[in-house]
């Protein structure tokens, strides 16, 4: 089994490249994001522990489930806080990525795409076979996150605690290029699709 890594800054298009991945080889998808939420969402005791036991309980609502905008204040307004939500998000995560490997292998998959925006960032390239960025100018990424309603200041934030598009393209193996049309993008995506199955599949 193989295992390519999908990455690419805030705003660059990743999400959509993943699912493009899927709709044409129905390749396995590990979406680290996804993984992120679920730990949210299902109220993992030893997040909950480690962030109630750092900021109070006023990070979570009445039910008990946590507020994620307040959380996201706290850590884009402090780089240390950040560096403390990594520390203990990032190994929650990769032990859930494992786990799925372990299982994909099990089923006989022949090739997963690891979707992880902060694949460099917690140096988990060095499980990948492969490495694919899409990228974005830094421009286009700024106007794609006003379009979700972010504000100025949660942008920078946001784009200043992550590596930049240029380093994580500079750093691949592959590159997308997603400043242009979808069917671009797309043609992209059918190529590198053709090159791994023909060429990296068969070694």
């Known amino acids: 089994m193989k295992i390519i890594a999908l990455t690419g800054g805030i705003g660059c298009g990743k999400s959509t490249v993943s699912r493009i991945f899927h709709d044409l080889c129905h390749w396995k998808i590990i979406d680290a994001d996804r993984i992120c939420h679920e730990l949210y969402e299902q109220k993992n005791v030893k997040l909950s522990d480690a962030l109630t036991c750092r900021w109070g ?38 032990d859930e990525v494992k786990k799925q490997c372990v299982q994909a292998e099990k089923e006989s998959v022949s090739m997963v795409v690891l979707d992880a925006p902060l694949l460099y960032e917690c140096s988990w390239n ?21 379009e979700r309603g972010w504000n100025e200041k949660h942008i920078l934030a946001r784009l200043q605690s992550q590596m930049s598009a240029d380093e994580k393209m500079s750093r691949a193996d592959y ?25 990296f599949l068969s070694e």
């Open 57 to 94: 309980r006023g990070i979570l609502n009445e039910d008990g489930c946590f507020l994620r905008s307040e959380i996201a204040r706290i850590v884009f307004e402090d780089r240390a806080e950040l560096d403390f939500l990594n520390r203990v998000l990032h190994p929650l995560i990769f």
């Open 126 to 146: 060095s499980a990948a076979d492969k490495v694919i960025a899409v990228w974005a100018p830094f421009k286009l990424q700024y106007e794609r996150l006003l």
């Open 175 to 199: 590159a997308l290029i997603n400043s242009g049309s979808m069917d671009f993008l797309k043609e992209q995506v059918l190529s590198l699709v053709q090159h791994l199955e023909t060429s």
